[in-house]
């Protein structure tokens, strides 16, 4: 069952959030965003311990992991906005995930599918 609705899971180096924000907001009809603060490596740190390593220094660099619900055919432009604005070209710049979305159910509203996504007709966004 297609949905036409994607989730885009990103993480992304905590200095660069407020950038990616900011170019986030000016993507037409964006649907919101959630933050959270995690830790975690990526594959260059990815290995067993090596002779020598000290391995009682905590692995994990801090990251931001931001979660967007929106439609498949806002995907695209969603995951290259946050692409180009978190980019620095050091290693550690993070990654992005892009999956379908099987169901979704606003709570408030009873909207399910795209309907729980897509602004309502002349919905102003909050000040």
Known sequence: MSTGLSSV???????QLEKVIDALRSVPNFPGVSVSDVRGFGRLAAHPPRRGER???DPFDPKVRLEI????????????????SAAT???GDGIILVADVAFAFRIRTD?????????RPGQMPRE
Do not use: H, K, M
């Open 69 to 84: 619900l929106c439609l498949g055919a806002d995907v695209t432009t969603i995951a290259e906005t946050i692409r180009r």
């Open 111 to 119: 909207e399910q599918g795209q309907d729980a996504v897509s602004p």
């Open 89 to 91: 070209g050091n290693a």
């Open 9 to 15: 899971v990103a993480f992304v180096q905590p200095f």
């Open 55 to 57: 391995t009682e220094v």
